[in-house]
């Protein structure tokens, strides 16, 4: 049994041209389950040549119109013809690309540097497709770069990736996302404002290559989220972005911010998280502390006089129990005075215990103070950000980072998490993570497939 494949181009103009692509054989006598259907060798020739040749019919068409000049209509001469290598996902593709030349009736405004042009020039600056160069880097921001490599040449027909032409692909497309976002950002944006936005941001720490000489570095993550849109992640190194308050911005922008929007942020504590927000908004911000950090040092605190009342007898041990008991409902409520009278009372209680204790609680006596010692410090390091969470609660806002959370098992330590051996220069993880951070938005897609 023999099948042949055919492509059939009609042309504006009315011509009609016909391409042969392969002709395919296979066994009906003795057959096997592999002589069903196409192989993966067989789909990628069969693709290969049916790219060949649209790409050829394509842009010939496209040069034919481009000689008639848009001014005064003149049907212009064809100056040469070369022969252009175009990488396209269904392999490198070498195709004959005629140069038109330049009117005479152009404006004189404009440059007269050339005598000819190359339409394809125009749709193709880098002589590669777009969808080519986003599944570069998607895959290159999803896998290790060796990895996406073998993911593209073992299921694609396209030229041999290697690692390196992925992780500079990567790095082309975050320039490209930063650029674009830069462009729009200067234009008027009609859309109206939101009325607030909300921010939760965390961070990760990504090993660092050595000639940094540094074992680790900051990687903040983030989700910002307005009434009425979608939300915006975004990934940012400090140390690794030309100008991260700028790019910070464009990010607020993007989701809805223009000045005089109120914007809250959900920190876990790092001082240097709301500052950021600060310096590149200009103005003051709502700033909250997340409400599971808390939480956790309270347990902290219960665990370790819980675990120290069970060494002994001791009378003060149910009001101590009820004490730590009424603290996590002080500070949930907003109530931060009271709740460090009470931590102040279980200080003096932990001491007084750990005077009158000898031999085997010693332990559980100094831990249950040092413990308590944290949450006295953390809480009033971040008074300023304690509110009434339980009213917070009510109203349907958010009172932890939670969304942040996830966001850093998603864009940082899932690429570039301690357990991977890969280390790290501070821009290539703050492009890794902005690519990430747009595939997950669906940034990544067509509109980025035309981006040059």
Known sequence: MKFRIKLETEFSWGETRSHEINTLERRTVDASNEDLGLCLAEAKSVLKEIQRALLQDQVEEISEIARVCRFCGTYLPVHDRRQRRIDTLFGRVTIEAPRVRICMCEPPGLPMLKVAHSPLT???PDNATP???????EL???HSFR???RLLNELTPCTKQNHVTIRNRLATTADNLVSDERSAASETDQRPKSPDITMFLDSAYVRSRPEYQRRNFELIVGSIESKGREKRRFGLSVIGADNP???LRRNLEAAGWRDGTAVTVLSDGDPALPRLVRDATG???NHILDWWHISIRIRHVETTFQTLFSLFEDPEGLAVKKLVQNLRWCIWHGQTARALDAIEELFRIGLHVRSQTFGRTNDAVFSA???TMELQTYLQYNRAALVDYGHRRRNGKPVSTSRAEGLVNDVANARMGKKRRMRWSPQGAHRVATVRAAVLDGRLGEGQLRAA
Do not use: K
């Not at 969808?131 to 880097?137: I, P, S, V």
């Open 147 to 149: 990895e996406a490599a």
């Open 122 to 124: 125009r749709l193709l």
């Open 245 to 247: 308050r700028d790019y």
């Open 140 to 142: 290159g921001a999803r």
């Open 131 to 137: 969808e080519l160069r986003r599944l570069q880097a």
């Open 283 to 285: 103005a003051e911000i």
């Open 369 to 371: 103070v040092s413990r």
